[in-house]
Nanobody, 122 residues
Framework: QVQLVESGGGSVQAGGSLRLSCAYT?????MGWFRQAPGKEREGVAF???????TYADSVKGRFTISKDNAKNTVYLQMNNLKPEDTAMYYC???????????????????WGQGTQVTVSS
């Protein structure tokens, strides 16, 4: 069983930055951030594998960075140059399957945090 607790959400103006944190209780093969805007499907944003590889959605490449501090059992999502379309509830997720890479779909993650809201105004 993995517990995930997100923090760091808030309201910013377009062009601003936020850093989300996700504290976890147990290591996983893949950690990821998803987001869900009202009326839309939950979508993958960024993923980091225990081997160190990272992947990003095209919409956030060059603006968002995912990282992990194993000593602190925390995954981060640094979000720069935020846009109004980044407004959503952001969720941390963990995949403990041991798969050799992050697969990036909701069904591949067994554990989820409660979410943290990010609102970007124009």
């Amino acid at each position: 069983q993995v517990q995930l607790v997100e923090s760091g959400g808030g309201s910013v103006q377009a062009g601003g930055s936020l850093r989300l944190s996700c504290a976890y209780t147990s290591s996983s093969s893949c950690m990821g951030w998803f987001r869900q805007a009202p009326g839309k499907e939950r979508e993958g944003v960024a993923f980091i594998h225990s081997y160190g590889s990272t992947t990003y959605a095209d919409s956030v490449k060059g603006r968002f960075t995912i990282s992990k501090d194993n000593a602190k059992n925390t995954v981060y999502l640094q979000m720069n140059n935020l846009k109004p379309e980044d407004t959503a509830m952001y969720y941390c997720a963990a995949d403990q399957s041991g798969y050799w890479r992050c697969r990036g779909t909701k069904a591949d993650f067994q554990y989820w945090g409660q979410g943290t809201q990010v609102t970007v105004s124009s």
